[in-house]
């Protein structure tokens, strides 16, 4: 599935590297594909202050859209 970016999306997996959970709402910042032909997606997340807590990049099949 295509996301839009900048589109909040929620996590299907925990990123243990992050330690961000399956759940925890994402905001899209941009797409790519794997020299594999895997789509992914890098991701930014924030705290409840809007600063940065982490950036990272995940598969497509990793996340979902957001109902908010």
Known sequence: MKFELY???VLKCDVQEHRLRRGDIVK???HHMAPDGTEGYSLEVFNALSDT???T???ASA???STN
């Open 28 to 30: 899209l910042v941009d």
């Open 63 to 65: 996340l979902v859209l």
């Open 53 to 55: 807590i982490a950036v």
């Open 57 to 59: 990049s995940v598969p």
């Open 7 to 9: 589109a909040d999306v």
